[in-house]
Structure formats: C-alpha cells, structure tokens
C-alpha cells in the first residue's frame, strides 16, 4: 500500500516563475534527446547509448548526493529500508528503464512524426497515474489546459501529422516501443512522488539509476557487447553524443524537474512536456536549419499558455481559496 502523499508547498510570485522557467529548461533538453541520439546510433546500438551515459550520469552524482547528506542534520538523513530498496528497483525498472531506453529503441524503427504524435499521450498518461496513484484530483481547469496544448501541438505540427503513418508493418514495432516509454516517463514523474517522501530528489535519482543499472548494463553485455569494445575507438562525434546525454538527459534535467516536483502536483509538472514538441522544432531550426512555419509560433503560443494556466494561475485560485478560508475562519 502507497502512503499518503502530503500535498506540495506550493511557492508563488517569482518562486512559481523560477519553477515554470526550470521546467521549461529540462523540457529543452528533453526536447534535444533525439538529436543526441543521432549523433552515436551510427556508432553504438540503443541498448548501449542508454546503459553507458546512464552509468557516466550515475557516477557524477554520487559526490553531489554524499556532500548533501552531509550537510543535513543527522536525524534528516534517512536509512534506507528493505521497502526503500523495492521502490527504488520498482521505479528504476519500470520507470528509468522503460522510459529511456524504450524511446530510444522505438525512435529508430519509426518516424519522427509518430514519436512526436505518441508523446502527446505523456501529460495525460502522467495526470491519470497521479490520480491513481497519488488521488490528485482532475480539475476543469486542467481539462481546460490539456485541450489548449493538444490544440497547439497540432497546429504546430500539422506537416508531420499529414506525413504520420501508424499503419506501416514496418513501425508498428517501433511505435508499441515509444508508447511503452511515454508510460514508463509517467509512471516515472508520479511514483518519485513516493520516495520523495523520505529522500531528497538526488537520492532519489541516484537510486533509481542504480537500480536502471542493474538492469540495463547485464542486458547491454549480453545483446550488445561490441558497444564496450568500441569505446576507444568511438569518434569526437559519438564521444559528445554520450557525454551530452550523461549530463544534461540523465544528469542535470533530472535533478532540476525532481525538485520542482516536490513544489508542484505530477499533473502540474507533467502538463509543461507540451513544450518538447515545440522546443524539438527549434533545435531542429537551429542545428539542421528547418525552416520555422508560422503555424509552428502559433502552437507554440497555444502550448505556452496552457503550461501557464496551470504553473500560474491554478495557484493564484488556490491562494484566493485559501485566503478566503482563513478570513472565515478569523471570523469572530
């Protein structure tokens, strides 16, 4: 049985735009996963580009989450329990793992387009898991929002959802992959939650890569063990590739979206991934020199204010509720 999950604290004013701005930060560099994925696909098989910067991003932050616990009074550092253990390889095997490397897998055996298309189901996926699992509610306004953000993710990319094809034999496979890592990405963000309870989001992140690496690098070994060998020989390009991936994927992003999620609800959170099809645009601007359609502006417009709806003005409401509650309450 889940524990309760004590509700966020909730910041407002330039607190709640520094969380919108970090959440927008991580979903650029989501929003980039696929172009550094293309940098090493070449070189090395899925398999080995999600275990090996999985294990570099691991590595770097075990001094960052042993220099925390030292600075917290001895009584704030939790003890990891046998339950403790099981969460974490719970959430590292279906959520870690799942997430990454079935994306990654996926994307190679379809389009880009159905990538993009299937992601749409992330926020959504995400909001049902928080109300199973964590009883977050579903509001109108989030309603409201998800309709605003598929509006504009469709007028943003209405080109590729003309050239989508779902019916192809050849990315059925590919297709089932990515949906399965868009599940894996939700139940990762809303079961953190859990262990959020207990640990900071560095120890969470840790444990759950320990756990990912259990997984992944005995299953690297054994499907694709040429990666290893081809490390000393891996060009500038590949080297870059993984070493992007390591830091800011698995590594910075990370930490960044764990610790607003401990300030905003999983479906508040999950509501601004609307964004990663939009930034996945620019970036293709910017290193492949696709040229930015107005339609493209216009979804990215629509996605921004849904994001904004629920970042910002669902906690004004909460604040005028709450106030209104405690003028009751005050009064004689």
């Known amino acids: 049985m889940i524990p309760p999950i004590p509700p966020p604290t909730n910041t407002s004013g330039p607190g709640k735009l520094l969380d919108w701005t970090q959440l927008l930060f991580c979903n650029c560099i989501w929003a980039s996963q696929f172009v550094l994925v293309k940098l090493v696909e070449s070189e090395v098989g899925p398999v080995f580009t999600t275990a090996f910067p999985m294990l570099l991003a691991t590595v770097l932050l075990i001094p960052f989450v042993w220099f925390e ?14 339950k403790d253990i099981a969460n974490f390889l719970i959430i ?36 049902l898991m928080a109300y199973c699992i964590l009883s977050e509610r579903m509001t109108k306004l989030r309603w409201l929002s998800f309709a605003i953000a598929i509006a504009g993710v469709v007028v943003a990319s209405g080109a590729d959802l003309r050239q989508m094809n779902f019916s192809g034999r050849g ?3 590919g297709n089932a992959l990515i949906f399965l890592g868009v599940m894996g990405s939700a139940f990762y963000n809303v079961y953190s939650k859990v262990l959020l309870i207990r640990f900071s989001p560095l120890e969470v992140l840790l444990g759950s890569y320990f756990a990912a ?48 999620l401990t300030r905003l609800d999983a479906t508040q959170a999950a509501l601004s991934n609307y964004m990663i099809p939009v930034f996945g645009v620019v970036i293709a601007w910017l290193v492949l ?33 709450r106030e209104g509650s405690e003028a009751t309450q005050n009064e004689p």
Request: aromatic share 8%; with cysteine.
């Open 213 to 260: 690496c259990i997984v992944l690098l005995p299953l690297a070994l054994a499907v694709e063990p040429e990666g290893f060998l081809r490390l000393s020989s891996l060009s500038v390009r590949g080297w870059l590739g993984l070493t992007l991936l390591a830091v800011f994927q698995y590594c910075l992003s990370m930490v960044v979206f764990l610790k607003v």
């Open 92 to 127: 590292g095997a279906l959520g870690q793992v799942v997430a990454q490397l079935f994306v990654t897998w996926g994307t190679q055996r379809s389009l880009a387009s159905n990538a993009a298309v299937l992601s749409l189901a992330l926020p959504i996926a995400t909001a």
């Open 289 to 321: 020199r696709d040229h930015l359609q107005p339609p493209t502006l216009i979804g990215g417009i629509l996605v921004l204010v849904s994001t904004l709806l629920v970042t910002v003005w669902e906690e004004r409401a909460r604040a005028t509720m």
């Open 171 to 173: 990315y059925m496979f």
């Open 69 to 82: 616990r030292q600075r917290r009074p001895q009584e704030q550092r939790s003890r990891v329990r046998w």
